[in-house]
């Protein structure tokens, strides 16, 4: 995991409504992570959207992964 494919992922309140965006584009991780879920292959995705990138679905997938990712606590 790397900051630099995180800093892909970019947060603009004027821009899809604060969700977080590929590079300041419109489309945002959620539809990209739809699209996997879905059983769409990253070839399948950069075929359809020439413009995004691979590392731009990885960063996705990290930065679902990160935000999953959360502390635990257990009651005694």
Request: hydrophobic share 35%; glycine share 6%.
């Amino acid at each position: 995991m790397t900051e630099n494919r995180l800093s892909r992922i970019t947060i603009n309140d004027a821009q899809c409504g604060g969700r977080p965006c590929i590079r300041g584009m419109r489309i945002r991780v959620t539809d990209i992570l739809e699209l996997l879920g879905a059983g769409a292959t990253p070839e399948e995705i950069l075929s359809d959207y020439p413009y995004l990138e691979r590392e731009d679905i990885l960063a996705s997938i990290e930065y679902a992964a990160r935000q999953t990712d959360h502390s635990v606590l257990l009651s005694a």
